[in-house]
């Protein structure tokens, strides 16, 4: 059973492009959550979803920030126009729908804006 | 609301010996799942320990110990026989009945040889 896939590992964006996330959660999760880390700082909720849906995106930047966790492929992580404040390692974990379980972390995507 | 928090940005313990890590809790959940994670230098995040709200015993695992008292709200991470390996940050966090994870700052903890 591989763990949580996320991809890329590094992504460079200049500013204004778009950068997509990837994650692909453990076989038999249902649900995903996003967390930002700027260096030397803890982890920063962003998004909470389950299959087709957005439970929690109350951490969420209210503008160029979109999640997704469609029936079918990995949750996708949006960011449209790029700033360089948006540089950051994003980690993705997941976790099944059984109260005493821990979330599982990917490895992380390093975002840096130039 | 729901909050952690992790007091002690920094901590220095000599090798073999013991450290504690503090965390307290904020939740009004009267089921909730509290858990410890580290991160070393690599950026990986690695499940150390858990304990439920409801367990009355304090959660072991190996050098780790979670040192839970309910009533103060807290769930302070005990690391016996320190190894220079376990330097790194250490994140508390907690599960509400929501499945929302929610995470502390995080203490650096370095093991001086």
């Known amino acids: 059973n591989a763990g949580v896939m996320q991809n890329p590992r590094h992504l460079v964006r200049r500013r204004g492009q778009e950068a997509r996330l990837r994650c692909s959660p453990m076989k038999g999760h249902s649900h995903v959550y996003w967390y930002r880390q700027l260096p030397e700082e803890g982890l920063k909720f962003m998004v909470y979803l389950q299959k087709e849906n957005i439970i929690d995106e109350s951490g969420m930047p209210k503008e160029r920030f979109s999640a997704e966790f469609p029936k079918e492929g990995p949750s996708i992580l949006r960011i449209q126009q790029v700033v360089r404040g948006d540089s950051a390692a994003y980690f993705c974990?997941?976790?099944?729908?059984?109260?005493?379980?821990?979330?599982?972390f990917g490895q992380g995507t390093r975002l840096t804006v130039v | 609301a729901q909050k952690i928090t992790q007091t002690q940005p920094g901590m220095f313990v000599q090798e073999k010996e013991a450290v504690t890590l503090d965390c307290t809790y904020d939740?009004?959940?009267?089921?909730?799942?509290l858990f410890w994670y580290k991160q070393p230098s690599s950026g990986e995040m690695i499940f150390l320990i858990y304990q439920g709200s409801y367990d009355e015993q304090n959660a072991t695992e190996g050098r780790y110990s979670l040192n839970f008292q309910k009533a103060r709200k807290s769930a302070n991470l005990v690391i016996s026989a320190s190894q220079l390996g376990d330097s790194a940050m250490y994140f508390c966090?907690?599960?509400?009945?929501?499945?929302?994870?929610?995470f502390g700052t995080g203490t650096s903890l370095t093991v001086i040889p």
């Open positions: 966090a907690m599960r509400n009945t929501g499945n929302q994870f929610y």
């Open positions: 939740t009004s959940d009267q089921s909730y799942g």
């Open positions: 974990a997941s976790s099944p729908f059984r109260e005493n379980t821990e979330a599982f």
